[in-house]
């Protein structure tokens, strides 16, 4: 029988089109699971080769890390280390060889104070952490040797790395034992090669000072740069390699500061490499600037022109300055009531790249200027994020990682000119993701009572009309110098709370994500604001307020709030539950902190310079959950890893005596022998979500 040859390509698209709309269907009619949301492989440690056009970055698939590249023109992603275990060893500190053929990387986690490495899987033969190295053609990766921290030599044949306070170096093809590089008092760390490869500048830890040294290899002398009573630390090269350029704080004194204090003035110096001398170059006005040489990636960078590019707050925002080295103004480079996160600079040190929240406070996007000043260029817009920039070595192709509401986190690679974007590896993201089932979160800003306008996420499920009656939940970040957002955000701790809000909400729950004052995003009297934490809690109004918000909301039941969070937010979980059980019905509480005065005695200050004085830790107690447990009555479900490193597991077993003792509220725990803060096994989080979503479901959705 004779067929017209139209009529059966137009048959046969049909049958493409009604097969493909099937399988989306299908795709879709799948139920929204736990095991689906956070099926997503999360990106991090994203570099660029020395040389070339490759880019390298881990994917953290479901608790199984390995190493990935992607070169140009097609920059086609592929998988180079082969690791097939969820067994918690952290992968990391990418480094590329020179010529960018191999790539030199870090397994496993740092000890804690006991001197053990995270093993979280309680394996019989132990874990360490170790620097490895493998082809970016692939093949079988080797070690050079136990440590963290390495530094590939621009000449390609040597890696330097840390190992307890000490350096030791491997040939980079490992025909030799790894072997100490030098004998020197102090805890040193932070290695940087003089761009020649004939020298390392690094940082001497003397308990209450700190020095940059500068090694010379090939003449095996050491020279300390500009040496006084202060901390000395983040060792920059020149592009000629003659001078150093680092940040100086003052040193420890006797006297705990102030919170006033907390984050000290800083100064620029610059020594010359050779002798040592050294000289200020320029110092902040105050101790407000000082909070951002411990937050960017690269706080100080040697720019063009003998031009220093730095982080500094003491305008009230996280900005980007640069100043001569031969002194004079100094310039702002990035002016404006906005954040500056990650920067890096162009090959030819000309121009920043960073990603920023102007314009759009709760999100991120890049941008960039020249490190003389003038007006910025939006390089990516829209309702995504993008972060963690970093310009391949021909400075025309841009990487970085991005995400949406619906898109997890990705690499992705675009042109300088914003041309040509798209992302690394789509492949990985599994094609049963449910991202069109996910919650496009709303931005809400809602005055707490003192007047602060506190920024939130609202998770609404779908379907939600006025007069459901819905049970409600509110989750708090941890930091609590941090900051969520409106999509996957770039940190996997919370990039895993994003699915577990997405996955409360696909259950029914409303969810409220709250940026409580003291953290990231809305400048430094925002992040800096009185009597928080040990102090006075000021910021628990911020989440009580919250929830009136919440009770105003027609889809609301008023009597069905809960909490959840993790660290700090475990804290405020807490916090609420003990204070406000007639509010906040239900809580999960994350390896939170309950007692500030037990953490000030435990951890010299508690990371608050909290001195001993009887009133300081009278007011320490008071802004403690453990003072307030005698009103608890809300049900509490506990999870805490036994190896915190972050919190003393100790928070989480005195809390639970004491609410035994009173014997008023319900209580639950799930604990993890030998698991750390952030849970570094993917089967860790399943099990925390389902077991917090169960909990939930019996103590917030049924009551």
């Given at each position: 029988?004779?067929?017209?040859?139209?009529?059966m390509?137009?048959?046969?698209?049909?049958?493409?089109c009604?097969?493909?709309f099937?399988?989306?269907?299908?795709?879709?009619?799948?139920?929204?699971?736990?095991?689906?949301?956070?099926?997503?492989?999360?990106?991090?440690?994203?570099v660029?080769?020395?040389?070339?056009?490759?880019?390298?970055w881990?994917?953290?698939?479901?608790g199984?890390?390995?190493?990935?590249?992607?070169e140009?023109?097609?920059?086609k992603?592929?998988q180079?280390t082969?690791?097939?275990?969820?067994?918690g060893?952290?992968?990391?500190?990418?480094?590329?060889?020179w010529?960018?053929?191999?790539l030199?990387?870090?397994r496993?986690?740092?000890r804690n104070?006991?001197g053990?490495?995270?093993?979280?899987?309680?394996?019989?033969?132990?874990a360490?952490?170790?620097?490895?190295?493998?082809?970016?053609?692939?093949g079988e990766?080797?070690?050079l040797?136990?440590?963290?921290?390495?530094?590939?030599?621009?000449k390609?044949?040597?890696?330097?790395?840390?190992?307890q306070?000490e350096?030791?170096?491997?040939p980079?093809?490992?025909?030799?034992?790894?072997?100490?590089?030098?004998?020197?008092?102090?805890?040193?760390?932070?290695?940087?090669?003089?761009?020649d490869?004939?020298?390392?500048?690094?940082?001497?830890?003397?308990?209450?000072?700190?020095?940059?040294?500068?090694?010379?290899v090939?003449?095996?002398?050491?020279?300390w740069?500009?040496?006084?009573?202060?901390?000395?630390?983040?060792?920059?090269?020149?592009p000629?390699?003659?001078?150093v350029?680092?940040?100086r704080?003052?040193?420890?004194m006797?006297?705990?500061?102030?919170?006033?204090?907390?984050?000290?003035?800083?100064?620029?110096?610059?020594?010359?490499?050779e002798?040592?001398?050294?000289?200020?170059?320029?110092a902040?006005p105050?101790?407000?600037?000082?909070?951002?040489?411990y937050?960017?990636?690269h706080?100080?960078?040697?720019?063009?022109?003998?031009?220093?590019?730095f982080?500094?707050?003491?305008?009230?925002?996280?900005?980007?300055?640069s100043v001569?080295?031969?002194?004079?103004?100094?310039?702002?480079?990035?002016?404006?009531?906005y954040?500056?996160?990650?920067?890096?600079?162009?090959s030819?040190?000309?121009?920043?790249?960073f990603?920023?929240?102007?314009?759009?406070?709760?999100?991120?996007?890049l941008?960039?200027?020249?490190?003389?000043?003038?007006?910025?260029?939006?390089?990516?817009?829209?309702e995504?994020?993008?972060w963690?920039?970093?310009?391949?070595?021909?400075?025309?192709?841009?990487?970085?990682?991005c995400s949406?509401?619906?898109?997890?986190?990705?690499?992705?690679v675009m042109?300088?000119d914003g041309?040509?974007?798209?992302?690394?590896?789509?492949?990985?993201?599994?094609?049963?993701?449910?991202?069109?089932n996910?919650?496009?979160?709303?931005?809400?800003?809602?005055?707490?009572?003192?007047?602060?306008a506190?920024?939130?996420?609202?998770?609404?499920?779908?379907?939600?009309?006025?007069?459901?009656?819905?049970?409600?939940?509110?989750?708090?970040h941890?930091?609590?110098?941090r900051?969520?957002?409106?999509?996957?955000?770039?940190?996997g701790?919370?990039?895993?709370?994003?699915?577990?809000?997405?996955?409360?909400a696909?259950?029914g729950?409303?969810?409220?994500?709250?940026?409580?004052r003291?953290?990231?995003g809305?400048?430094?009297?925002?992040?800096?604001?009185?009597?928080?934490?040990?102090?006075?809690?000021s910021?628990?109004?911020?989440?009580?307020?919250?929830?009136?918000y919440?009770?105003?909301?027609?889809?609301?039941d008023?009597?069905?709030?809960?909490?959840w969070?993790?660290?700090?937010?475990?804290y405020l979980?807490?916090?609420?539950?003990?204070r406000?059980?007639?509010?906040?019905?239900?809580g999960?509480?994350?390896?939170g902190?309950?007692?500030?005065?037990?953490?000030?005695r435990?951890?010299?200050?508690?990371?608050?310079?909290?001195?001993?004085?009887?009133?300081t830790?009278?007011?320490?107690w008071?802004?403690?959950?453990?003072?307030?447990?005698?009103f608890?009555?809300?049900?509490?479900?506990?999870?805490h890893?036994?190896?915190?490193?972050?919190?003393?597991?100790?928070?989480?077993?005195?809390?639970?005596?004491?609410l035994?003792?009173?014997?008023?509220?319900?209580?639950?725990l799930?604990?993890?022998?030998?698991e750390?803060?952030?849970?570094?096994?993917?089967?860790?989080?399943?099990e925390?979500?389902?077991?917090?979503?169960?909990?939930?479901?019996?103590?917030?959705?049924?009551?």
């Amino acid at each position: 029988m004779n067929r017209n040859p139209k009529s059966m390509l137009r048959l046969c698209l049909w049958m493409v089109c009604i097969f493909c709309f099937l399988g989306v269907v299908s795709l879709e009619a799948q139920p929204f699971t736990l095991e689906r949301v956070m099926s997503a492989p999360f990106p991090s440690d994203l570099v660029v080769s020395p040389s070339g056009n490759k880019a390298a970055w881990v994917f953290n698939d479901q608790g199984k890390r390995n190493v990935w590249v992607a070169e140009g023109p097609d920059f086609k992603a592929r998988q180079i280390t082969f690791y097939t275990e969820d067994d918690g060893q952290e992968l990391g500190s990418l480094r590329f060889s020179w010529d960018g053929n191999v790539l030199v990387f870090v397994r496993g986690g740092d000890r804690n104070n006991q001197g053990d490495s995270p093993n979280p899987t309680s394996d019989p033969r132990g874990a360490e952490q170790a620097v490895w190295a493998v082809r970016t053609t692939g093949g079988e990766p080797w070690m050079l040797g136990k440590g963290s921290n390495p530094q590939v030599s621009p000449k390609g044949d040597w890696v330097v790395f840390v190992r307890q306070g000490e350096f030791y170096k491997s040939p980079m093809d490992s025909t030799e034992k790894s072997s100490l590089l030098f004998n020197v008092r102090g805890s040193n760390s932070a290695p940087v090669w003089s761009p020649d490869g004939s020298r390392i500048a690094f940082v001497s830890y003397r308990d209450d000072h700190s020095y940059i040294g500068v090694y010379d290899v090939t003449k095996d002398i050491l020279t300390w740069m500009a040496p006084g009573v202060d901390r000395d630390r983040l060792p920059v090269w020149s592009p000629d390699g003659r001078q150093v350029a680092f940040i100086r704080i003052p040193g420890i004194m006797v006297e705990p500061p102030t919170m006033k204090e907390l984050y000290l003035p800083f100064a620029l110096w610059v020594a010359d490499a050779e002798t040592g001398q050294g000289k200020q170059i320029w110092a902040s006005p105050d101790s407000s600037g000082g909070f951002v040489q411990y937050y960017p990636a690269h706080p100080l960078m040697w720019g063009a022109g003998e031009r220093l590019v730095f982080y500094s707050e003491h305008e009230g925002w996280m900005r980007l300055y640069s100043v001569s080295i031969k002194g004079g103004k100094v310039v702002c480079l990035t002016p404006g009531e906005y954040e500056v996160e990650d920067g890096c600079l162009s090959s030819d040190g000309k121009t920043v790249i960073f990603n920023s929240n102007r314009e759009d406070m709760d999100r991120r996007h890049l941008w960039s200027v020249d490190v003389t000043g003038g007006n910025e260029r939006r390089l990516t817009r829209g309702e995504g994020l993008e972060w963690r920039p970093v310009l391949s070595a021909n400075g025309k192709d841009l990487f970085f990682l991005c995400s949406t509401a619906y898109q997890p986190a990705s690499p992705a690679v675009m042109t300088l000119d914003g041309k040509g974007r798209r992302l690394l590896a789509p492949e990985a993201i599994p094609p049963d993701f449910p991202s069109r089932n996910l919650a496009q979160p709303q931005q809400v800003v809602f005055t707490a009572p003192d007047g602060l306008a506190i920024h939130g996420q609202l998770f609404l499920p779908r379907g939600a009309k006025r007069g459901d009656g819905r049970p409600a939940v509110i989750f708090m970040h941890g930091g609590p110098i941090r900051q969520m957002m409106l999509g996957w955000h770039m940190r996997g701790y919370y990039h895993n709370a994003y699915a577990m809000n997405q996955y409360l909400a696909a259950k029914g729950y409303v969810v409220l994500s709250v940026n409580y004052r003291s953290g990231l995003g809305y400048g430094r009297a925002f992040r800096t604001a009185p009597d928080q934490g040990p102090r006075g809690a000021s910021e628990y109004q911020d989440i009580v307020a919250g929830a009136k918000y919440l009770q105003k909301r027609p889809e609301v039941d008023p009597e069905k709030i809960g909490l959840w969070g993790g660290s700090y937010g475990g804290y405020l979980t807490a916090l609420g539950l003990a204070r406000d059980s007639e509010l906040f019905k239900a809580g999960v509480d994350l390896h939170g902190v309950h007692d500030w005065s037990l953490r000030a005695r435990r951890r010299d200050g508690g990371g608050w310079n909290l001195s001993r004085d009887e009133e300081t830790m009278r007011q320490a107690w008071e802004s403690s959950p453990v003072a307030d447990v005698r009103f608890w009555v809300s049900p509490v479900l506990f999870v805490h890893g036994d190896d915190d490193r972050n919190v003393d597991f100790i928070q989480t077993t005195d809390l639970v005596q004491r609410l035994r003792r009173e014997g008023k509220a319900h209580v639950e725990l799930l604990v993890f022998p030998d698991e750390v803060h952030g849970f570094l096994r993917h089967s860790r989080w399943l099990e925390v979500f389902q077991a917090a979503a169960d909990f939930f479901d019996r103590f917030l959705a049924t009551r």
